[in-house]
């Protein structure tokens, strides 16, 4: 097959993850809750739905157990910023430590390994070659109606508004009536279970839990929700870039013997150099960080 | 600014970590008392328990102290890890090549290694910041795991020994002595001299920010660069050199990994001390000696990890480590304050 | 009839600034009523309390006999009362018609809220761009945007908090007009000002206030503005809100002007400004904020002159490092001063801190924190400091006593003196005219970002004021 066949489909499937956590930061970002915990829910839910497939027989269980997870999880992070104001750096450390730490610790008690669960049914079997498996993937399908669906919450809806208007101008908002804490601790619910639908993805798409599988990518989405901006549709796209890379790593290293470690960097790299085009402080959400009062 | 007694901070982590523990022991389905006395027996109940966590808590204290300068300049440095391991590379490439300095020099030479290396990495983050703009904290996250994959590539090179992935040992004379030449319950540990190292470092770093006309710009700077740009204190300049002395602490932290209980570097040594010490800064907030209360504190609790591990995952010490976090913040949150002073003047008022 | 009543309202922020103490308040329907004082007399706090934005400490809100609750915004908007704030409740990022549908509940239908914009447009004569970003607006537009805001929400009573500090005159009285409308309609209009004029010519009643004390409430007697009865209305309005009147340079003699200190010319942003500042003279810029003051501070502060020491606008942003202590604030960007080699002496800094702090009559502990200190003392460790740099021998005061008690201003007024007598050339910036004509030997006037004219400090306030608005005498 040629490499333009391969890369393609495999940079479509490895972008879900990437998206769904940038799709999921731009929605607690545009509520002005800087959310770097993004890496604990991919890991958490990716977690999550793999031991609730396993546990209970039904891969659609575990996708549910998996948002519902990673919904939980973004909870804690709105309620500790939003509602507490405690640092939402400190918090997002916090998870991603608890996240870590957690998931290894249940993959070693429950299924008694320190690097992988056993393996789950896939969700649905697809005919077909590599691209029509992965555009009739139901994952993926969610994920691009989520990004569709979310551009136009933001941008349509009395929700989106006030999430809007609690990420600009959080005084504002509040004087006018909008309940600032709610909103946020909603848009970062919200926003952790679109990023969660990106961590059972990833689980899904390996078809078992790996320690420590998320490998960075919520820092990346995370990086892509700057580049863009804060603009869902843009964020996306800059993670199917990202996501190119990681497509083409793999591919390389099953063709060429480049050291794994050398591709392995290359996404990060990128949004090390990608981030020298960051202009100074423009368009970030102005009330990025800071409360009502 | 409501704040709480440092010590109160401090007394609160350990219990919540002592709760915790035992809720997550229980939750397990071990006996939370048979866990608590395996963890006491294999950390403080002997000498050398006490050894090995003296030995953990050591590189936490250093890169707690590196990631509390960042704090005080109003960055957060989560590169500590990726600084300290490129700085332990470093050293270990640079001690291999000094097989005949002689000893006091040598180890001056290679804590140098240490300092300019974890500088040097510190360095691109903060050109991010200051001149585009961008987040410390993406780049540094970025800069992390970008070392993970130079050391991969570095010691697959072949800086690493031929089949292996650690370095070649450093001459007996470069290394920090250990401690057990002196104290003989301490054989088998590899606690070393690194600890005297530790507690100058943080007696400088006391003078540093208490005393030093650079480190209290460099607060001031961190508290509010507005004003402090009003009076002509340099605050690019002073953020750009905080975050570089910052990496440079965090390198630091190799003394007590690769000088002193190895003598060499492989792939993983010293890994999560970064992410440890981070924690340890969070919770201890600007005091020295909390800090190293706290990093005593995980020391423990990842040495203690080790002993119940048979019994119970040692991850679950990371699960409390987050706990602590969480908890110590809480005291600072203006709801939690409100209600605990409510309740206490409710408590006063005459029904 | 009272749609508004305020009883006995107390706040105090960080247990040291005492900002309303015990005041009771009725506000009329139909009437336009001005709440006015002096800078930090405690109006805003006043009647953000009565808008649900700040919850008092002691005494209670009501709307219609009902007491206010929830004590929030939206439970103040529920009932019918309606702030539009000095900083506007309008996000930047977002549209004019989407800032509006924010100050509304329910599902959000833009097509809709535009119908009904429309009507209020009308009803108002006005006409606003509803798709520009609220940033790209003017002043004006930006509060009959607010305005627009309030009345779809069928506000009952109107707060506006300072509205005319921004606007130029002709804006002044189209603002008056509109607010006569909706009182005129049945709504309590309130405004918050400290304005002499406006109170006389648009208001129905006034209430004043000074150290967070209401001293007055009393309706504005009818009839024309230069009518007896008015004039002496105003000039006890007026004496009540000066108080111990801060005529401090009545019983000072300014000594004869030296040698030309400071030069200033060709300042980017503020047209056909030439200005000598001599040794023993203190000048005052008169202007209404926002017309090219900021310009000329910035163009003296990138000089980077040693000669000249500065006090900024700001204290809390630009002044003050709040968590350092009040000796480290008084030496900060001068720690150099008081070190030895990389190490601060802690000898010479307590040494420093106190020459400084005796320089502006700071006499609280120089170990507290600054944000333990109520404002005048922050002030005065901002003026200590500027006042303190040796070398220096021209001093630039932006709004030296803004949101400061009555004893400290005069405090540092006294200093300021003291320093022009000593020798500096002294340039003042203020809103303050009042604090103008009390320190300044001359004044020179900016309007509209250009030089309006030079004028002496006694000159009549109408002059003045026409200076400031059209830049034309």
């Keep these: ?293 | 600014m409501p704040a709480t007694h440092p010590g109160a901070r401090v007394l609160l982590g350990v219990l919540v970590a002592c709760i915790a523990f035992e809720v997550m022991v229980f939750l397990y389905g071990e006996s939370p008392r048979e866990m608590l006395t395996l963890l006491y027996e294999g950390t403080w109940g002997s000498v050398l328990g006490v050894g090995q966590v003296l030995y953990k808590a050591t590189p936490l204290f250093i890169t707690a102290l590196a990631v509390d300068f960042g704090l005080r300049a109003g960055l957060f440095n989560i590169g500590t890890e990726g600084q300290l391991a490129i700085a332990s590379l470093a050293v270990a490439v640079a001690g291999a090549h000094l097989g005949m300095m002689p000893g006091a020099v040598g180890t001056v030479i290679l804590l140098a290694v240490a300092v300019v290396s974890g500088a040097l990495y510190a360095a691109l983050p903060a050109l991010l910041k200051v001149r585009f703009g961008a987040h410390e904290v993406i780049s540094t996250i970025m800069m992390n795991r970008v070392a993970d994959g130079l050391v991969g590539l570095a010691l697959g090179a072949g800086l690493a020994l031929p089949g292996t992935v650690q370095t070649t040992p450093l001459a007996p004379q470069l290394t920090l002595t250990k401690l057990e030449a002196w104290v003989p319950g301490l054989s088998g540990s590899s606690v070393s001299t690194a600890v005297f190292i530790a507690a100058l470092v943080g007696i400088a770093y006391w003078v540093l920010v208490s005393r030093s006309r650079f480190g209290r710009e460099v607060t001031f700077v961190g508290w509010n660069p507005v004003a402090c740009a009003h009076e002509r204190i340099p605050v690019a300049r002073r953020t750009v050199q905080a975050l570089l002395l910052s990496g440079a602490i965090a390198g630091l932290a190799s003394s007590a990994t690769v000088l002193g209980a190895k003598g060499y570097f492989e792939q993983g040594l010293g890994a999560g001390a970064g992410f440890s010490g981070l924690a340890v800064a969070l919770i201890a907030r600007r005091n020295i000696p909390s800090m190293l209360f706290v990093a005593l504190l995980f020391g423990t609790l990842q040495q203690g990890g080790l002993f119940i591990n048979g019994h119970v995952p040692k991850e679950a010490m990371e699960v409390l480590f987050a706990v602590v976090i969480v908890a110590v913040a809480l005291t600072d949150s203006p709801s939690v304050l409100a209600l605990l002073t409510r309740r206490r003047a409710r408590a006063g008022a005459p029904s | 009839m009272a749609i508004l009543e305020l009883r006995s309202l107390g706040k105090t922020y960080g247990g040291v600034n005492v900002a309303v103490k015990d005041a009771s308040v009725a506000f009329d329907k139909g009437r336009v009523h001005a709440v006015c004082g002096e800078n930090g007399a405690g109006k805003s706090t006043l009647l953000r309390m009565a808008a649900g934005l700040v919850l008092p400490d002691e005494g209670g809100v009501l709307v219609d006999g009902k007491p206010l609750a929830p004590h929030t915004p939206s439970g103040a908007r529920a009932m019918g009362v309606a702030m539009v704030t000095q900083h506007f409740a309008l996000a930047p990022a977002l549209t004019v018609l989407e800032n509006i549908a924010l100050g509304e509940r329910g599902p959000l239908d833009l097509e809709k809220l535009a119908v009904r914009v429309a009507v209020v447009e009308k009803r108002l004569g006005v006409s606003l761009p509803l798709s520009a970003r609220a940033s790209e607006l003017s002043v004006g537009d930006k509060q009959r945007v607010e305005l627009c805001r309030a009345l779809l929400s069928s506000a009952r009573v109107l707060i506006l908090d300072e509205p005319t500090a921004i606007l130029a005159r002709s804006e002044v009285t189209v603002l008056y007009t509109l607010l006569r409308k909706i009182a005129d309609e049945g709504a309590a209009v309130v405004v918050v000002t400290h304005k002499l004029d406006e109170i006389a010519e648009f208001c129905d009643a006034v209430t004043v206030m000074r150290r967070g004390v209401i001293l007055l409430t009393s309706d504005v007697p009818e009839g024309d503005r230069a009518s007896d009865e008015k004039t002496a209305f105003m000039q006890d309005v007026t004496q009540r809100i000066m108080g111990e009147a801060k005529d401090i340079s009545k019983d000072r003699t300014s000594p004869e002007p030296g040698a030309a200190l400071l030069s200033v010319a060709d300042v980017p942003g503020l047209r056909g400004l030439s200005l000598t500042v001599h040794a023993g003279e203190v000048v005052g810029v008169a202007g209404i904020e926002g017309n090219g003051q900021s310009e000329l501070v910035l163009a003296l502060f990138r000089r980077a002159d040693p000669d000249i020491s500065f006090v900024h606008e700001d204290r809390n942003l630009m002044g003050l490092v709040l968590q350092a202590t009040a000796a480290e604030n008084l030496v900060l960007g001068d720690l150099d001063l008081v070190s030895r080699g990389p190490f601060i002496d802690p000898a010479l800094l307590m040494a420093e801190a106190e020459s400084r702090a005796k320089r502006s009559a700071y006499t609280q502990s120089l170990s507290l924190l600054a944000s333990e200190l109520s404002g005048g003392n922050q002030q005065k460790l901002v003026v200590g400091r500027a006042l303190g740099r040796k070398k220096a021998r021209v001093f630039v005061f932006v709004h030296p006593t803004r949101g400061v008690d009555i004893g400290a201003a005069r405090e540092i007024h006294a200093r300021i003196l003291d320093v022009r007598d000593s020798g500096a050339a002294v340039l003042v910036i203020s809103s303050d005219t009042d604090e103008l004509r009390a320190l300044s030997t001359r004044l020179v006037v900016v309007a509209k970002h250009a030089f309006a004219g030079e004028v002496p400090p006694d000159v009549p306030e109408e002059k003045l004021g026409r200076l400031m608005l059209s830049g034309e005498a």
């Design chain 1, 1 to 293: 097959m040629s490499i333009l066949g391969s890369v393609v489909p495999e940079t479509l499937r490895m972008s879900v993850p990437y998206a769904m956590a940038a799709a999921g930061g731009v929605l607690c970002e545009r509520s002005g809750v800087v959310n770097i915990g993004l890496e604990g829910v991919l890991l958490t839910s990716s977690f999550a739905s793999v031991a609730c497939a396993l546990a209970t027989h039904s891969p659609v269980l575990g996708v549910v157990a998996g948002l519902v997870a990673g919904g939980a999880v973004g909870l804690l992070h709105g309620v500790l910023f939003a509602r507490l104001r405690v640092n939402a750096i400190v918090s997002g450390v916090a998870i991603n430590i608890a996240a870590a730490g957690g998931t290894r610790f249940l993959l070693r008690g429950w299924f008694g390994s320190s690097s992988n669960s056993p393996s789950i049914p896939a969700l649905v079997e697809l005919p077909g070659g590599p691209f029509t498996r992965t555009l009739l993937d139901p994952l993926f399908l969610l994920s691009v109606v989520s990004v569709v669906v979310l551009t136009l919450v933001l941008s349509r809806t009395r929700f989106g508004l006030d999430v809007r208007a609690s990420g600009e101008d959080p005084v504002a908002a509040h004087a006018l009536g909008v309940d600032v804490v709610r909103t946020r601790i909603l848009a970062v619910t919200l926003g952790s279970v679109l990023c969660a639908l990106g961590g059972v993805a990833l689980s899904y798409d390996q078809h078992q839990f790996q320690s420590g599988m998320s490998g960075g990518r919520g820092f990346i989405a995370l990086a892509a929700v700057i580049l863009s901006r804060w603009r869902p549709a843009l964020a996306v796209v800059l993670c199917l870039g990202f996501a190119s890379l990681d497509a083409l790593g793999n591919v390389l290293q099953n063709s060429t013997h480049l050291p794994p470690d050398a591709l392995s960097m290359l996404p990060f790299v990128a949004t090390l150099v990608s981030l020298f085009f960051v202009k100074r402080g423009q368009l970030a959400p102005e009330g990025l960080g800071k409360h009502a009062d």
